[in-house]
């Protein structure tokens, strides 16, 4: 070495020392160390270190900051047979690429591109990463796949429960491409999450389960919730859906899920809505309509005037809320024949015949009693008229024509001559003709009727009175009416004592009938029941509303609001599925299997609920349920 300088120092030891002749490790250089390419790499195996006080170039001799680096570089690999560590780099501060001045842990300037490997679901390949993903907190029951509704009583998700369900939210995902929560990640996402967070897939390409109930699917078609808790199923009408089919599915291939494009949001996968439309005046239009019943209401208490087999109702109002009949201006065009109304009509039609029927024949019926009343009235004045005496001493020598009564019958000055001649002779004792003729307003004062009366027309009386009994064989209309005693009806139905209503009979008879039984508001028109001025109240569907309840028992009808479910061994919680649940409902369990620990109601909502223990059990529990609802205060 020149001048005896030492470039390079072996210590005793071991150490090595470039520059410096105390060498405080294995290799120490003081100043600068240049590896040319003709060079061996520097390689540093797991468990050493390298300190640098200064720039470092790799790849380049000009090093202008701490770390340079021309060329690749691979960090996690090749380690010349060393297994790569967990954490391949880590760096504290901000990351900048293609960006010197980074102002994020990772600052990246223009393009980024993240790969994830594809997997295999069911029997076809499956693009992995391929959805953006939310962190929510589960009830710890959802798997991938499941779709996931908004908890009712708690901040979480869980199942969804039934069909059509409106609280839909996303579906569990199994591999999402953008992890959006507490942190955003990008790629695998299975490490991250615990403690019952699940990723729920809100955009993008998810497997999802189906439901064995589902009908045939075609890529394209619109799925919604199930009545299978967590389970997908095409959507036939309009509602709540979690997006499309991305491939086709049918009830014999064995498959549990398939691919689909997550798009929560409101379909109407039939088209319902598109074949409605409004006019211009704002009345809304469809091109048919089929229904079993149909009940048309105007709010001013207007009527129909006409409803046709045609399948056309015609208002007979102008306005649809107008009390007036107008002209018929407005119409509902049914699209076809409303048998149920044809029916009515065709009855009521078939009264009215009978009702002209009869008009007809009680006024021929009056009229032969009118023309039989005029014969004898005109047969009553001839006799008056003719006593008998000769006619000619009743004849006026003036009028010279007293010896014909047919010629008196029709001569109204001959019937005046005679009868002032007939006044003038008091000892005929004749009642004068204006007694004897009644005409039409006349009036009877007092009638005796010894034995029996018979009247074949219409009678009037401003007050009647009758001792013995009163029977009226056709039909009675009566006003207000007041009942002395007690009322007995066909017989059978009796009012007594003022406050005892009865019906009598036997349970059941041969025509089917049950006598004996008091209906009340039986009509298919009536709408309810009130007793005590509210206080109780019935509706036509049966719902009872009572302010107190006193019973010797409550039976509840099986398979209604009560049931049994079991709760597997080595479970801790299981879902009962009844369309009785609601959110506020009370829940009542009651164990058949002996056990240590109770059963909880950790959830519930509409159309279900989720029974949960403490800890495992290694046998089933099998317990009992009654549900009971709440009504909300106003």
Request: aromatic share 4%; glycine share 10%.
């Amino acid at each position: 070495m020149p001048n005896n300088t030492r470039a390079m120092r072996i210590a005793v030891g071991g150490n090595v020392g470039i520059g410096t002749t105390t060498a405080g490790t294995t290799l120490q250089v003081n100043g600068g160390a240049i590896l040319w390419p003709s060079t061996t790499a520097l390689n540093l195996p797991p468990g050493t270190s390298l300190a640098t006080f200064g720039n470092v170039g790799i790849g380049t001799t000009t090093a202008n900051s701490n770390l340079s680096v021309i060329g690749n570089a691979s960090i996690g690999v090749d380690y010349g047979g060393y297994v790569a560590p967990t954490n391949g780099l880590i760096i504290q501060g901000n990351v900048g690429i293609n960006n010197t001045a980074p102002s994020y842990h990772l600052d990246v300037a223009g393009g980024a591109r993240f790969g994830c490997a594809d997997t295999t679901w069911n029997s076809g390949p499956v693009t992995s990463c391929s959805d953006i993903a939310e962190v929510y907190q589960s009830d710890g029951t959802t798997e991938a796949g499941d779709i996931i509704s908004i908890s009712s009583t708690q901040n979480i998700v869980t199942k969804s429960m039934k069909a059509y369900q409106n609280n839909i939210i996303g579906v569990h995902s199994t591999s999402p491409g953008l992890l959006v929560g507490g942190e955003t990640i990008l790629g695998d996402s299975s490490k991250s999450l615990t403690d019952g967070k699940i990723p729920v897939a809100l955009a993008g390409r998810v497997p999802v389960k189906i439901a064995t109930s589902s009908a045939a699917i075609n890529a394209g078609d619109y799925l919604t919730s199930a009545d299978e808790a967590g389970k997908a199923m095409k959507a036939t009408r309009p509602g709540e859906v979690i997006g499309q089919a991305l491939e086709s599915w049918n009830p014999d291939s064995n498959q549990d899920k398939i691919m689909v494009f997550v798009k929560v949001s409101f379909a109407d996968p039939t088209n319902f809505f598109s074949a409605l439309s409004m006019d211009d005046q704002g009345n809304l239009i469809m091109p048919k309509i089929k229904v079993s019943s149909l009940m048309l209401e105007n709010y001013g208490m207007g009527s129909l005037s006409e409803a046709t087999g045609s399948g056309q109702l015609t208002s007979s109002s102008s306005d649809p809320f107008s009390t007036s009949v107008k002209t018929s201006s407005s119409f509902t065009d049914l699209g076809g024949k409303l048998a149920s109304i044809e029916t009515a009509l065709n009855q009521v039609t078939t009264k009215l015949d009978l009702a002209n029927a009869k008009i007809e024949d009680l006024e021929s019926r009056v009229k032969s009693l009118e023309s039989s009343q005029s014969a004898s009235i005109a047969t009553s004045s001839s006799a008056v008229l003719v006593p008998a005496t000769s006619s000619a001493q009743i004849a006026s020598p003036s009028a010279n024509i007293a010896t014909s009564s047919a010629q008196v019958a029709t001569s109204s000055a001959q019937e005046a001559t005679n009868s002032a001649l007939l006044t003038q002779n008091s000892t005929l004792n004749l009642t004068p003709p204006e007694i004897l003729l009644a005409t039409s307003s006349a009036t009877i004062t007092n009638l005796n009727v010894q034995s029996e009366a018979t009247i074949s027309g219409m009678l009037k009386a401003y007050e009647a009175q009758i001792q013995d009994n009163f029977k009226v064989f056709g039909n009675t209309t009566l006003s207000n009416t007041t009942i002395a005693g007690d009322l007995t009806v066909d017989g059978t139905f009796s009012i007594t004592n003022g406050n005892e209503i009865n019906v009598i009979g036997n349970p059941s008879t041969s025509s089917g009938y049950n006598t004996g039984v008091l209906y009340l508001q039986k009509s298919f028109l009536a709408q309810g029941l009130d007793i005590f001025n509210g206080k109780v109240t019935i509706d036509k569907t049966g719902n009872l509303v009572a302010v107190t309840l006193n019973a010797d028992q409550i039976r509840i009808n099986a398979g209604k609001s009560t049931g049994s479910a079991t709760l597997l061994s080595g479970q801790t919680d299981v879902i009962v599925e009844n369309d009785y649940v609601e959110e506020d409902s009370i829940i009542i369990l009651t164990p058949q299997t002996v056990t240590n620990q109770p059963l909880a109601i950790a959830d519930r909502i509409r159309g279900g609920f989720l029974v949960k223990i403490s800890h495992p059990e290694t046998f089933d529990i099998r317990f009992d349920y009654l549900i009971i609802g709440v009504n909300k205060l106003l």
